[in-house]
């Protein structure tokens, strides 16, 4: 063998072998560190829907990273009360929540403006606002003042209006009627005579049951049968007009995500961004079974008349008004939601609207 070709050819091999040795493990470890995170939801595990965007983000993350990054959902009030998930990210008890913004108006309005507001955009039209309208960018201008960085991750669709014990018809219906809405919904209504009231999951059968209660809302038939309102407030109105396309968020510190190096940032971005989409592909899956075997079991179905809708409207414009004149963060994301609103709108009424208004009628006649 000639010697200069078998020392050229040992050479070769021996530098392939070193760099096998010295480049897969390294590679991998700095691709992936371990990271253990801890998640806040504000929901509990019963509604499967919502709680389970944090069990479906926490997956992806996992498999994505061979279980170097893991995060370890608590249901609300395992670690914090449900409502101060995003206080307590804000303040590093845990390194991200999983919640919704409309949650803590009561702080500033502006908070709800990347869930949802009254007679605002359906949830197409959110993500649309969100994603490619500049919204995730306003909004996260705002958490940032928060401590906090936010990505959608989910969406229930439109809500429902609620279950009252009696019909409601006109305006005038509405006068001191005891109504479990909150934020910015009870807000608008209190203009209208209703009497908002605060209570938490657990405690709004049994007072619908005993009469302390007038009306309650809740989310929609997947999550709201589950609750059994139909036995004690029969009446099921539609549609939830202060929630057209409510935005679920992931919430985390600023400071821990800032700290996670690029790859683990798109990854969980991408992340939620598919849970975004599951969450609202999951309850238009669902709720047409369950609104189907609430009227089985007694739930009357009613839509607002036209003339509560309109009072709403203008109540909830007036709302609007005093907030944009006393909030410029709020108006300055208020504006661009109603810039986008407009065309929204306008487009969805061309196409989408007269499709599905004409299978809709198919539907009713039974030719589906």
């Known amino acids: ?7 050229g050819k040992a050479g070769l091999a021996g530098a392939g072998a070193v760099a096998a040795t010295t480049l897969a493990a390294p590679a991998i470890a700095q691709t992936n560190p371990k990271i253990n995170w801890r998640l806040a939801s504000s929901f509990p595990k019963s509604l499967d829907t919502i709680y389970g965007g944090a069990d479906v983000l926490s997956k992806y993350v996992s498999e994505a990273t061979d279980g170097n990054f893991t995060i370890q959902p608590f249901a609300g009030g395992e670690l914090v009360p449900g409502l101060q998930a995003a206080d307590a990210a804000a303040a590093g008890t845990v390194e991200m929540c999983h919640t919704v913004g409309y949650y803590y108006w009561g702080k500033d309005p502006t908070w709800a403006l990347g869930s949802a507001v009254p007679f605002s955009l359906n949830a197409r039209g959110m993500n649309a606002w969100l994603y490619q309208g500049g919204g995730n960018d306003l909004y996260n201008e705002f958490l940032d003042s928060q401590g906090l960085y936010g990505l959608p991750g989910g969406n229930t669709g439109v809500q429902m209006g609620g279950w009252f014990r009696k019909e409601i018809n006109t305006v005038a219906d509405l006068k001191g009627l005891k109504f479990r809405v909150g934020g910015f919904a009870g ?16 405690d709004i059968y049994p007072a619908l049951e005993k009469g302390t209660l007038d009306a309650a809302e809740w989310v929609g038939p997947y ?25 679920v968020h992931f919430m985390f510190n600023k400071a821990k995500w800032e700290e996670l190096p690029a790859s683990y940032k798109a990854l969980l971005r991408v992340a939620a961004q598919a849970t975004d989409a599951n969450m609202l592909q999951k309850y238009d899956y669902v709720n047409p079974g369950a609104v189907k075997s609430l009227v089985a079991n007694g739930a009357q179905l009613r839509p607002f008349s036209q003339e509560i809708l309109s009072a709403c409207f203008d109540a909830t414009n007036e709302v609007y008004a005093e907030m944009e004149a006393t909030n410029a963060p709020f108006k300055k994301i208020w504006d661009s939601i109603k810039a986008f609103r407009k065309e929204h709108f306008l487009w ?21």
């Open 348 to 368: 969805a009424q061309i196409g989408e609207y007269n499709y599905d208004t004409f299978m809709m009628i198919q539907q009713r006649n039974n030719k589906l």
């Open 1 to 7: 063998m000639d010697r200069r070709s078998f020392i």
């Open 187 to 202: 807000k608008v209504l209190e203009k209208l005579g209703v009497v908002p009231q605060q209570l938490a999951g657990g």
């Open 223 to 247: 999550d709201d049968e589950k609750l059994g309102f139909y036995k004690v407030a029969p009446y099921y109105y539609y549609p939830g007009w202060w929630e057209g396309g409510p935005t």
